[in-house]
């Protein structure tokens, strides 16, 4: 009897086994396999060269770091002024305010948006040539005729803009995230806050932050994974990488993927490296949350 | 309870691995791949019109855009299931490795039968970017890979009507550089822009600096280059590097240039708010249908030297192979014959504005058309040279002129930087 319940068990979560080592599991050692040869993706011979792809990356490839550079650079701007914005507007929106569920639709908006489609919208907004220029249009307008610049094509501004852009399409995953997090508090909390003499500003720091920790820590590591792994917008905003200034490490992948003399190993050597170093970042960010709590 | 587990993991598997399936039809059936959106009507068309006359149907398939369809012709290679006939995008390496895969059927004994009368239809040039001579360094037995269905140039244009508004001659566009970058002060001052172009998707850059590369240096020595014999920091290199930053200085290019993806260099150009264009002869159909009413001309990049003569990228626009493992091959060779037949490709050509591959249907073709097709005898392509520069040089030769127009690096700088990646590349291909 006991045999029969083990072997009915096994049944029911061989499906969801089989599904998973078929599209995860098996194709992450194949890639893993992969990286360890040099191979042009479509001859049937491939040169093993063991640990030389990785050795390139991580001690060769400039482009692979500046790459990494820039979407750490993307990501710290989601990390802390797209999460902060989320987090303001989700706590607004948790009061009592008018037309509260008419800003919860139009703040979701931005995220269902294909991200090229979003790249292609802001492109034709801030571009001053081909697009409606709005951004110089409203500086001149306010009298600010010096902050004017070609946003797109300009080494110093086209990264930030491009964070910035992304933060507007991200925030909305952080708005729905915190909002939830902030409906979870119990309201009886906050009245005995109140009674006790606490003001807004002592509520808000004693109650809601510490109660929306472990909320901000799921919101940190999706935005973190979400953001080192942009690539669309990119190519909607600007086209490609612009001379490195807008490489990502997607794109690395992509472009060692194709053109001539393609090296379709070294390009699975780098979503390897590239997933592990995410998989360290968000286990970090997990230690590091639970020491905090 | 066990039964109905053992029935739904069987569901499972069933519906996971019975996804597949296989039409049966009792028509022989040609499968084509392509990426052209622009000619998918007119091939829909011409398959319509082969199998009324021979009972073969043709079932050409679009995946565009270009990039997805050189993904998945990747992944069909990888799985050997590709179709009857595809294209390959991509430049000589890429086809090498297909061949080498033995995907590709060596089309030279149907070229050369009765009397070469199919390979002498073809434009010579048409035909080079899918030929291997003897004793090529690609290893591949020499032989005709690819059947050409169109030709493209890639040259610039200018625009009639701003050329009058400049106080211009239209009817003279600018042969020497100096006079190029002499309108880059008329066009400023005119409120315009420059020279527009795909940049921001970079493989033109390098096509406009191999033309100069051509010009100053000629053929020999670029190859030489290529070879590994003659660093990028020699002074001719510097000089073609150079050119790019006399553009941008003179105010010739257009704003944002680095960043500007093809589509958008086309729609400035064909709405009059660019005077001068880099582009491929496809553009004709392009503009066609943006502007009709558009009045430009053709015109070979400037010359920066005379000592060498100018040189453009041209040759097979696109071309389609022949799956060797196919078990229509025959049927799909005698289709390719049929599809560049002059009559066929003179409907194309009409349908699409595109250079016909064969050259006895050039007769009936547009004014602008014919100068595209002008172009052919300055003509030249990588694919054709018989050396490959490694991608990772051409991608710092590009990002580096990229650099030079945005003014953060020098031409010398540049110059170095491509030869320590050149040297690098060399050093790892004696390793392996």
Redesign the interface.
Known sequence: MKIKDTLENYVFVLPAAAIFSIFYIIPFIWVFKLGLFEWDGISFTKVFVGLDNFKEIFLQDVNWWRAMWNAGYVTLIALTFQNILAFMLAWACDRQIRMKNFYRVIFFIPPVLSEIVVGMIWRFIINDIEGANIINRILAAAGLPNLMRHWLSDPKTVLTTVALVHCWKGFGWGFLIFLAGLQTIPRQLYESARVDGANAWQSFKKITVPLMIPVTVLVAILTVLGSMQAFALILGLVGGEFAGHTSVPVLRILASMRGASSRFGYACAQGISFGMILVIISFMQYRFSKKGQ | ??FK??L??GC??FS?LGCSSQKIDSKPTINIWHWMTDRDPAFQELAKKYETLTGVKVNFELYAPS?AY??KI?AA??GINLPDVFGIL?????FV??I????ILDLTPYMEASNNSWKNSFFPKALTVNEFGPQNSYGINPGIFGVPIDIMTIQMVYNKKLFTQLGLNPNRPPKTLSEFLDTGAKIRSAGL?GLVSGW???WMIDCLASNYAFNIMGKDKVLATIKGEVPYTDPDWVRVFTIFKQMKDSGVL????????NK?AE??FANE?AVFAFNGSWCANVYQGMNPGLEYGAMLPPQASDKFPMAIWGGAGSSFVVNARSQRREEAVKFLIWLTDQDQQAYLSAATNNLPANKNSLSKIPAILAQFARGMDYATHPNAWGV????LV??ALD??I??II?G?KTPEQVAEEVQKIKE?ELAKKRK?
Do not use: C, P
Request: charged residues 25%; proline residues 0%.
């Open positions: 309870m066990l587990s053992v739904l993991g499972v598997l996971v990039d050189a993904q990747r290679a990888q991509g430049q000589k390496q890429d490795s297909f080498k895969a033995g995907h822009e921001g998707e970079i257009a704003r944002g240039l680095v960043t500007m993806i958008t729609q400035l708010k490959s520069e490694f991608s051409i991608e990002y580096g990229q650099s945005i953060e690098r392996n």
